[in-house]
């Protein structure tokens, strides 16, 4: 089935769509010519993204992972498409564990993925999940929850006692002495909490005896699972190397060879988390090794991959089956929910 064939059944239910086109690097792969004129890339890749771009749902997002020969062209391009108010993010993929020695000018670190709406105004983003408590929770209850201290003092543009003169009161520090909220010029201040929730939340209040005197902070705890925004540079360790990639495919079909240049299981796996839920629907136009297909099935969403040339049947069909069977033990293998809905 061809890419422009889709559109009559699946125009506007595809959810996420990721891509990873040849790079037009100058280079000629085994499985794909990437040499071609600047202009003629363009052009091929024009026609494609205007069917992408009607594949997508309304709430959905494109993924485009390319170098710095094509990516800002691509941006220009899909601006233009999708509307330059539907540009997400550009994220900067360290696709390399280690700098090349052997660089003549610069050693490059990293990939683009550049990250487009189909709607900004109904696009689903979802917020990533970590169980790892940050450095700065740096402080533990009896019970063992852990927790850091923020000044109680507010410290913003707002902050002075003519401003809010309702957060303006005194509070009774441990030695019996009244404390006010005062800027650090010595005016009177105001405190971030009205007096009726310091009075309801005496458990969150610790004061510290410092150089000026007694002051109060309160406790912020970390939560079991902290969740936080997505972020634009996405690191090795958190979302796999091109050398991970290239372990991952010679694990499976015993040869580094098989593909030269596929992607890692957790950077699908971190764009699939952000940007779908199990049973959503995933298209990758440009399957390649399969990366994106075998992640999809792992983490339960519908999946639709195109690839052409006989490597679709020789690594692809392949690479699905050994998925399908269970025999794939590599790259992800036990996916846990990692987003915040």
Not at 23 to 50: K, P, V
Not at 65 to 80: G, P
Not at 210 to 219: A, E, L, N, Q
Not at 304 to 332: Q, W
């Amino acid at each position: 089935m061809t890419l422009k064939a889709l559109e009559s059944k699946y125009a506007g239910r595809v959810k996420c769509i990721y891509i990873d086109p040849p790079y037009n690097t100058g280079s000629a792969f085994e499985q794909y010519d990437d040499n071609l004129e600047h202009s003629i890339w363009l052009n091929l890749m024009y026609s494609r993204i205007i069917i992408l771009r009607n594949l997508l749902s309304e709430d959905g997002s494109i993924w485009i992972s390319l170098d710095d020969n094509e990516a800002h062209y691509m941006k220009v391009m899909c601006d233009e498409v999708f509307g330059r108010q539907n540009f997400l993010a550009d994220i900067a993929w360290e696709k390399s564990d280690s700098p090349r020695m052997d660089a003549k000018l610069f050693s490059t670190r990293y990939d683009h993925t550049l990250v487009f709406a189909k709607n900004i105004e109904r696009v689903i983003i979802h917020q990533i999940i970590s169980s790892s408590i940050p450095e700065h929770y740096d402080k533990s209850d009896s019970d063992g929850r852990r927790y850091y201290l923020k000044p109680l003092r507010a410290m913003n543009q707002n902050d002075s006692r003519q401003a809010r003169p309702n957060l303006y009161y005194p509070l009774t520090a441990p030695d019996g002495s009244s404390v006010y909220p005062k800027r650090p010029d010595g005016s009177d201040g105001t405190w971030r909490w009205s007096l009726q929730k310091v009075e309801a939340s005496p458990h969150l209040i610790e004061w510290v005896n410092g150089r000026k005197g007694w002051s109060p902070y309160y406790k912020i705890y970390a939560d079991q699972h902290t969740s936080r925004p997505p972020e634009t540079l996405w690191r090795f360790e958190d979302a796999g190397s091109n050398r991970v990639s290239k372990a991952e495919i010679k694990a499976l079909f015993k040869t580094e060879k098989a593909f030269e240049t596929p992607k890692p299981e957790k950077l699908i796996k971190l764009i699939l988390d952000i940007a779908t839920i199990p049973g959503d629907l995933v298209l990758d136009s440009f399957l390649g090794s399969g990366t994106t297909s075998a992640v999809a099935h792992k983490m339960g969403r519908k999946y639709i991959g195109i690839e052409m040339g006989e490597h679709a049947y020789t690594l692809c069909k392949v690479r699905l089956d050994k998925v399908i069977s269970g025999e794939d033990k590599g790259g992800v293998t036990s996916v846990p929910s990692n987003l915040s809905r």
